[in-house]
């Protein structure tokens, strides 16, 4: 649905208030006609856990621990395992 708006005099205009705090891209195409989507802005430092590689070895390590029940750790035997002490599934005793 076409809306006309006024611009005011710092340039701006209001899409109205549903769109309040929303993010949105902004892509001039020519002087005068602009394309306006709202959505979710992804900061650089965080645009590499939505690569495929990352995703997928995110996917695959959200799914491991789904299926995969707590256990608490033994602090005192990690200890030990980081010190070379221990073997992994090795008791302490």
Request: proline share 5%.
């Amino acid at each position: 649905m076409a809306a006309i708006k006024t611009l005011g005099s710092s340039g701006q205009i209001s899409l109205g208030k549903r769109y309040a705090g929303r993010q949105a891209v902004v892509d001039e195409l020519e002087p005068g006609v602009w394309i306006v989507k709202v959505g979710d802005f992804v900061p650089d430092n965080e645009r590499w856990l939505h690569e495929p590689e990352a995703k997928a070895k995110l996917d695959r390590a959200l799914a491991r621990a789904a299926r995969t029940p707590f256990q608490e750790t033994d602090l005192d035997q990690l200890e030990e395992r980081l010190r070379g002490g221990v073997k992994p599934n090795q008791t302490g005793s």
